[in-house]
């Protein structure tokens, strides 16, 4: 299975192309160019190093945020499209578990050690959303062996927004909390409230992400908050990545695959009820289109059309009214 | 106008998203409009009594691929039928450009089509020509909407310059502006308009701006000031039973500003037929009064019908087609502009 995606939330473009979780090509532009103007170039410079046409791929991903408000749109709108012309399944990630997978792939040896003391692996993308606020949420890391099973995909736990396989291992990474956001200032205390360990010390806690680089105080308050009553839990047991890096199309990628996986028994049960719902939402539409407006709930419902989430961003007000 | 050597339809799959319209359109050989697909936004942007560039942006996003796909299905054709795609990437909001131009190069990658990239404005003035193909001899043009409100000189072979805009407001920021000073909801020009025809514009008196200046550039942000001032001088103005007397004369005098220069320029320029096009072009008093002085002065106004005045895709699917027959096709490395000339 062919999977191309499209990463364009951070400032820079990412583009990959994935056969299953091997990537066979990655292409990227740095800061300071014109999304608009390369991005067609990048995909199809990305499929030529993959050696691929556009009509293999099979599925398309892309990071739907939230992210830099230009950059991610113009992803979602090339992506959406391309999809669309080749009437081929699209899969919207958000880039907090885009993030999480970063970090994962980033540190991997970093946490073999509390690995093998049996203990939990939490893995927290912090990202730095701009106005003084970061974003950020919790991914319990899963480790099984490589089984002799022959459908190891039946495995997938719900939740699992990725399933790694190293060297015998499978690795799943599980979201067990929404997005969360905090002024950075508040970050530590907000963390500290909201991330209750199982059992006491059992957890090994992995933040990184663009908040670290952007505000120099958080890893400080980090690891200072251990000594304080209220944050013990996050004392030494905590380690901060605070390496700038940028989501990568290759981790969207892998996301997309297992969101597909994940997805694949479910929306097939779900095709039935799922085209009644298109066909009133059209109608819906159709006679609202007269009027000049589309509403919402009808919107979204045929989106689902295109296997694609609403765009999630951070909740948006224009004016103080 | 018209050139024979392709033997089959010319179907052009036209986008438009330099606002806060999502639109496509598909166009037959420059003319026979298959589909034009509008999808308004004003719910959305009513509430704050003017475009959010922002909340557009968004709202594109979320429809561009449904409203692709409805026109290409109400016209009855399939992809592979679209011989070039044709899509605004220029004058217009950033954010909303990007949408549209991100999914026509899409199609024009993915579906191995050439890409034709247009001029908002000049999409504008050919929507006379999705009406009545065969324009010959110059014109001048008025472009008149929320974004712009300009004078063009086009010359026999449709090359277009500018000779007059607007120096601060255009006519519908000030029609907006003033229903919002009102409270009267977005947008305004519609309700404006509703309004207008149960009052008597000759009760309140307001300035003419820039009619007498020389040259075919316009203001309409005196003449809202000049309202206001009116307002606070005499608040019984702004009483319920005045407010058409009141706002029948503000859409007069912008009325009247608009028609004067544009017959002026015609006259200067020795042409004897004008285009009009935007959205305020659907104003039922400009088109009233453009038929009143078009006929005491012996020319001819061509006006399109209200659908094809507001933007819409089926103006920029006809453009595409005259630039695909010219073989102006675009790169897929175009970039949108927020300002541009024609």
């Known amino acids: 299975m062919y999977i191309l995606g499209i990463d364009s939330s951070t400032g820079r473009v990412s583009v990959a192309v994935n056969s299953d979780q091997q990537l066979l090509s990655k292409v990227e532009y740095g800061k300071n160019q014109k999304f608009m103007v390369s991005i067609i170039a990048l995909i199809d410079k990305a499929l030529k190093k993959a050696n691929i046409s556009l009509d293999f791929v099979d599925l398309f991903a892309v990071n739907i945020g939230p992210g830099d408000f230009t950059g991610t749109r113009i992803g979602i709108s090339v992506a959406k499209t391309l999809a669309w012309v080749g009437s081929k399944p699209i899969c919207g990630i958000e880039s907090l578990d885009v993030a999480a997978l970063g970090i994962f792939f980033k540190n991997f040896k970093k946490i073999q050690k509390p690995l093998g003391e049996g203990k939990q692996i939490i893995i927290a993308p912090v990202l730095d959303v701009k106005r003084n606020e970061v974003y950020f949420s919790f991914y319990k890391m899963e480790e099984s062996s490589l089984g002799n099973s022959k459908d190891e995909r039946s495995e997938f736990k719900v939740h699992a927004i990725s399933n790694i396989s190293i060297q015998n291992k499978n690795y799943y990474l599980n979201k067990v909390s929404g997005g969360h956001l905090a002024k950075s200032k508040d970050f530590t205390k907000k963390f500290s409230a909201l991330f209750v360990p199982d059992n006491g010390f059992s957890s090994y806690i992995l933040l990184g992400g663009s908040a670290f680089s952007s505000y120099k105080h958080l890893e400080s308050e980090v690891k200072e908050s251990g000594g304080s009553r209220s944050g013990s839990h996050l004392s030494s047991l905590t380690g901060v990545d605070k390496r700038v890096f940028s989501p990568d199309a290759f981790h969207l990628n892998l996301c997309a695959y297992c969101n597909y996986l994940n997805n694949r028994q479910e929306s097939l049960k779900k095709v039935k009820s799922t085209r009644q719902g298109n066909l009133r939402g059209s109608k819906a539409q159709g006679s609202k289109a007269q009027n000049g407006s589309i509403p919402n709930s009808d919107t979204n419902s045929l989106l689902a059309d295109y296997g694609l989430a609403p765009l999630y961003v951070r909740e948006f007000t224009p004016f103080k009214t | ?342």
Request: glycine content about 8%; some cysteine; hydrophobic content about 40%.
């Open chain 2, 1 to 342: 106008m018209q050139n024979n050597n392709y033997k089959s339809d010319i179907n052009i799959l036209g986008i438009e998203t330099s606002c806060d319209d999502t639109c496509a359109a598909v166009v037959q050989n420059g003319s026979k409009i298959l589909s034009n697909v509008v999808a308004s936004q004003n719910y959305i942007h009513e509430k704050y009594g003017g475009v959010v560039p922002e909340l557009a942006s968004r709202k594109h996003i979320e429809v561009i691929t449904i409203i692709i796909k409805e026109a290409l299905e109400q016209s009855g054709l399939k992809l592979k039928d679209i011989s070039a795609v044709s899509v605004t990437n220029r004058p217009g909001l950033v954010g909303s450009l990007l949408v549209g131009v991100g999914a026509a190069k899409s199609i024009s990658y993915g579906a191995k089509i050439p890409l034709v990239a247009v001029n908002h404005l000049k999409a504008h003035l050919y929507s006379n020509i999705l009406i009545n193909p065969e324009q010959e001899g110059g014109f001048i043009g008025l472009i008149v909407s929320g974004g712009h409100s300009s004078l063009y000189v086009i010359e026999c072979d449709w090359s277009i310059s500018e000779i007059g805009h607007t120096v601060d407001d255009a006519a519908g920021e000030a029609f907006d502006k003033i229903a919002r000073f009102l409270n009267l909801g977005y947008p305004g020009g519609p309700v404006i308009d509703k309004l207008a025809r149960e009052g008597d514009p000759s009760i309140i008196e307001l300035p003419r701006p820039m009619l007498g200046s020389g040259d075919f550039n316009f203001s309409f942000s005196g003449l809202k000031t000049a309202l206001i001032y009116r307002t606070r001088k005499n608040p019984e103005i702004m009483g319920k039973e005045n407010i058409p007397d009141l706002v029948a004369s503000f859409q007069e005098s912008v009325v009247d500003v608009l028609v004067e220069k544009t017959i002026r320029a015609c006259l200067e320029f020795k042409f004897n037929k004008i285009l009009v096009s935007g959205g305020v072009a659907a104003n039922s008093r400009l088109r009233e009064k453009f038929g009143i002085k078009a006929e005491e002065n012996n020319i001819e106004v061509r006006i399109p019908p209200i659908p094809l005045c507001m933007d819409n895709a089926a103006m920029v699917a006809c453009l595409g087609y005259h630039e695909f027959i010219r073989g102006n096709f675009s790169n897929l490395d175009v970039d949108v502009y927020s300002r541009s000339d024609i």
